[in-house]
């Protein structure tokens, strides 16, 4: 299963949007407050994602890991998310479930992960999702093994130029244009529940790794 993109809030007079959130990957600096799903909808469905990061580049910095899903898929063709989904029967706990998608979805050994700790969690709205970030650091230069069924390219971006791209976009979804904080780093846009990971990693990252080249959270 993918990870999740969702538009915020809409404005009233965009209420109809909402059911477009049903077209993101289920399973977000500045972004709205998750919203919590009116009730009676049911209850919300656990997931998690990987928030992969390695130190590279000259001078060194963070980088961040994300995928791009297919183009020609018939949901979420070419949405930028995290690895990740919701929690199988089989996971010992969410944790399991980030590092289990990210084997699955691009390759990722599990023993190349060092967890660094985990971000608050956030709600999207018609589907659901309760989503927990599990963040952790890997080496540079992995070889990436992409699931050839949904993720089209995996993104290794420094996060210094996903910071500096924060900004409104205008995201259509079935015929309803709509405002959304995103980030925009050359020609990709992240924005929903991705954005707003982002944006709760950017609060918490340590400003610079340790003599050891190891990142950490605040």
Known sequence: MSAFTWPPELPA??????????????????????ASPPEGEGEQIPAAVLVALFI????AEPHVVLTRRR???????GEISFPGGRRD???????ITALREAEEEIGLPRTQVSMLGELPATSTLATRYTIHPFVGQIPAGVAWRLSAREVDAVLELPLSEVRAGARKVAIERRGITFQVDAYVVAEHVIWG???????????????????DGRLALA
């Open 71 to 77: 183009a020609d898929l018939r949901r979420h063709a």
């Open 13 to 34: 007079s965009a209420s109809a949007a909402a059911s477009a959130e049903a077209d993101q990957p289920g399973p977000g600096a500045g972004a709205p407050s998750p």
């Open 193 to 211: 529940a991705t954005a707003r990971i982002l944006a709760h990693l950017f609060e918490r990252l340590a400003p610079a790794a340790d003599s």
């Open 89 to 95: 029967a089989e996971d010992a706990d969410l944790m």
């Open 56 to 59: 590279a580049g000259d001078p």
